[in-house]
């Protein structure tokens, strides 16, 4: 079939978002359909792939250096979208491509699925400090998710916590729960060892790693605080954080301020390599997001036998299977004293790690995108029929 994956963002930005329509682009064409994806035009940034479809685009508001597609205002230079023969349109955001999607998927006939990715309503929060702006923003941005939604044929949620908000919202059309999964082909080639020594982190040093945007959603502080709280029992402990973002002169004050400054290595964005080598080179991954859709940057470290820790709120618990099971790892109350104590138990305890470990990998092969995809592309085919079948009817 010939698969439409429109979105407001993709590379070279890299968030949670992007990693899904890249991952379902690749299983998709592994299975013999044909993707096109859609995405906002970044200055000065050529595509490899020759199925990515630019919009002209402006920079957003927030979060900064992202891009914000000019649809449904401008149209697309020199495409024919007819031309493309769809089957199906599969949005990546409610707005404003989701409502320029909606229609082109009217006009041609053909079903149009959304899914929802992020908690918009917490963005406007985090990032808007007005507070008399933010509440009636917040309050616009779910009458809009839902009002974009309901036109939709079926709405697609990373987690059932996401579900239940755009029920919240009033969202009545059908919605499914899916998981991204994880691409395990990304990490055959891998150096633990070479990541240590190109980073000065000692052999002997207990690593955590926590790799995200360093938005202020993201609550990369709450691991900063954690850490005299952890180097107390694990003096040897070393904190890498990989990722850029707004915060991130904010997290280097907290660390002075807290005499943790040394005992932290901020690297920003890493090539694909170190990466890699980073979920290797690692004893433990932290986590401490309350916005996390997914959480896949916890089953990309479990595939390497890392257990994780990580605050229990959203996507995050489903990825572990919830406080009861806990899988590959801990999960956490919001609060530091509980996080470093969880930390520690799993740093001291050798034959606790080692079970968690094995706990993680088995649950990242669960969880991987060539399953997740399978079952969308089942979601496609029955929708696709459905459509017809009505079609045939009226």
Same mark, same amino acid.
């Given at each position: 079939?010939? $698969?439409?994956?429109?979105?407001?963002?993709? @590379?070279?930005?890299?968030?949670?978002?992007?990693?899904?329509?890249?991952?379902?682009?690749?299983?998709?064409?592994?299975?013999?359909?044909?993707?096109?994806?859609?995405?906002?035009?970044?200055?000065?940034?050529?595509?490899?792939?020759?199925?990515?479809?630019?919009?002209?685009?402006?920079?957003?508001?927030?979060?900064?250096?992202?891009?914000?597609?000019?649809?449904?205002?401008?149209?697309?230079?020199?495409?024919?979208?007819?031309e493309l023969n769809l089957d199906i349109i599969?949005?990546?955001?409610? /707005?404003?491509?989701?409502?320029y999607w909606i229609r082109v998927g009217r006009k041609l006939g053909i079903p149009v699925v959304n899914t929802y990715h992020t908690l918009y309503p917490t963005y406007i929060n985090t990032y808007i400090n007005v507070k008399f702006l933010a509440k009636p923003l917040s309050s616009m941005t779910k009458w809009f998710s839902q009002y974009i939604y309901n036109k939709c044929d079926l709405v697609i949620s990373p987690s059932p916590q996401m579900k239940d908000a755009l029920i919240e919202y009033g969202v009545k059309k059908p919605i499914e729960v899916m998981p991204t999964g994880i691409d395990l082909d990304k990490f055959k080639n891998f150096n633990g060892d070479d990541f240590r020594r190109k980073y000065n982190i000692g052999k002997d040093e207990k690593m955590l790693l926590v790799m995200c945007r360093l938005g202020r959603e993201k609550n990369v502080n709450f691991i900063i605080e954690a850490l005299p709280l952890i180097l107390k029992e694990i003096p040897n402990t070393r904190l890498v954080i990989s990722g850029e973002g707004v915060a991130k002169p904010e997290l280097i004050d @907290?660390?002075?301020?807290?005499?943790?400054?040394?005992?932290?290595?901020?690297? *920003? /964005?890493?090539?694909?390599?170190?990466?890699?080598?980073?979920?290797?080179?690692?004893?433990?991954?932290? /986590?401490?997001?309350?916005?996390?859709?997914?959480?896949?940057?916890? @089953?990309?470290?479990?595939?390497?036998?890392?257990?994780?820790?990580?605050?229990?709120?959203?996507?995050?618990?489903?990825?572990?299977?919830?406080?009861?099971?806990?899988? *590959?790892?801990?999960?956490?109350?919001?609060? $530091?004293?509980?996080?470093?104590?969880?930390?520690?138990?799993?740093?001291?305890?050798?034959?606790?790690y080692e079970a968690k470990a094995k706990d993680a990998r088995e649950r990242a092969l669960e969880m991987s995108s060539e399953n997740m995809a399978k079952k969308m592309i089942s979601i496609y085919e029955r929708l696709i029929k459905e459509s017809k079948e009505s079609k045939k009817s009226k």
């Open positions: 079939m010939n $698969i439409a994956l429109p979105g407001d963002d993709y @590379l070279p930005s890299v968030d949670g978002a992007v990693t899904s329509i890249m991952s379902y682009a690749k299983e998709f064409r592994k299975l013999g359909h044909k993707v096109y994806i859609i995405a906002p035009k970044y200055p000065n940034y050529k595509d490899d792939d020759p199925d990515v479809i630019r919009t002209w685009s402006i920079p957003a508001p927030f979060p900064p250096k992202y891009r914000l597609s000019l649809l449904p205002w401008v149209n697309y230079p020199k495409v024919n979208i007819k599969h949005c990546q955001s409610p /707005f404003p491509v989701g409502w @907290l660390a002075k301020k807290l005499g943790v400054y040394n005992k932290i290595v901020f690297l *920003g /964005f890493l090539n694909h390599q170190d990466w890699v080598n980073a979920y290797a080179a690692e004893d433990l991954f932290v /986590f401490a997001s309350l916005t996390e859709t997914q959480g896949l940057v916890l @089953l990309e470290a479990m595939s390497f036998y890392k257990p994780v820790v990580a605050v229990g709120e959203m996507g995050v618990v489903d990825v572990m299977e919830g406080f009861e099971k806990q899988r *590959g790892g801990f999960l956490t109350k919001n609060d $530091i004293n509980d996080f470093a104590e969880k930390v520690i138990k799993l740093l001291k305890d050798k034959n606790l």
